[in-house]
């Protein structure tokens, strides 16, 4: 099997694949809005601490479970441990990602649809109430959305049947520093605007009245989501970073590229929320809402906006090849079959939820699951439950049922990067405080959510 499983190049190629799956619509759409929803500084401090002592170890284990097992999700398990139980956690993983992606194809189809609407010169000139219908009824008319995510499931794939070098480290090397770049100058115009202040406070002023379990927990399936964690993205990706690379300077740039643009876009998008009046706490919409009404304003609106939906679409497209890649990879292996044929099928499987993902956004839709749209409780289920147990599982695997000679031989490269007391640091993270951290939060998050 290994002859044919690709294979990144050198340290740029695999930050640019990583970063580029890290780096996604979690960081600029729902970032934003988990933050107004939350509390906003308290949830961006949770979310800054959780990503960088909780999920650096965490995507470190996944890395050492799939260089060490060299396989997809559910194979790098069974290459590395007998008990068949364990593989289960690499399904789930697998699942998450297909849940996932489902509705993830959704939004980076509104963000298609805003590049096309922006382009034709058709958002701007108007109120923000006008924009703000418009916008409910393009959702809610059920077609449009569903013909842009089918457009983006298809380039996504286009991207992916190149395979791993040839399609998704060349994509990302070259959309990843287009994106910095029009965001960077994103943030430079927000900064200007008379909700400025408002705006930085809402980021940076903890108000610690407003922290809760239920908080925490929240934050905490951010930081999965937005590290592409705890559903076998980065065991996959880790299969395929060389041997040679050293995986604490990839962990630890991609957590903090994570963190930074997670903060930018945040900066980018909460001055206009205070400076046009718009609710922190208007959910997925966040976004697509605000952003328009300062295009509408600014000089150089026009073209303003449609790098901006650009900048959305490329940091949607470089983490969906990798949610895809986990099922591709997931179908090409176990049962076999090449290449071009598992992403057909993992295309067909993806877009079927995705329609029933857009048609739940439809008025008086009758696709909705516990009294939520499914949009909502896929990522309710994902990033609650789903992702902080297979996160759970897999620092269990990684802390006491694969061997430590294996666990510091991958983390140091084989000898290669003996970084002794960071990586014996990192192991008794990944043994004792992660997992306690995660069934803590699990638990009371839970309790208080649903009580
Ligand atoms: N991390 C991606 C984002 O921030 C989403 C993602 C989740 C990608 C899980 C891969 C795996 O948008």
Redesign the pocket.
Known sequence: MSENRGTFGGILGTIAVVGG???????IW?FPYMAGENGGAVFILLYFCMSLFISVPIMLSEFTIGRAGQGNSMASFRKLSKNRLWQIVGIMGMLT?YI?MSY?AVIAGWSLDFIYESAAGNMMGHSPEELSTAFTSFISSGTKPILWSLLFLVLSCGILVFGVTKGIEKANKILMPLMVIILVGMVLNSLSLPGWGEGVNFLFEPDFSKLTWGVALKALGQSF????LG?G?MIVYGSYIKRTENVYRIAGIVAISDVTIAILSGLAIFPAVFTYGIEVTSGVELVFLTLPNIFNQMVGGYYISIAFFLLLFFAAIT?SV??IEVVIAFISEELKIKRIQSTAIAFVLIAVVSILCALSQMPDSPISLFGMTLFDFNDMITSIFIMPLCALAIVFFVGWFLSRKVVFSELSSNGRYPYSKLIKFNYFMIRYIVPCVIILLFVSGVLSLFA
């Open positions: 799956s890290v780096v996604g619509l979690g960081n729902r990602a996932i993830y989501f937005s590290m592409s559903m993205a983490s990798s949610l």
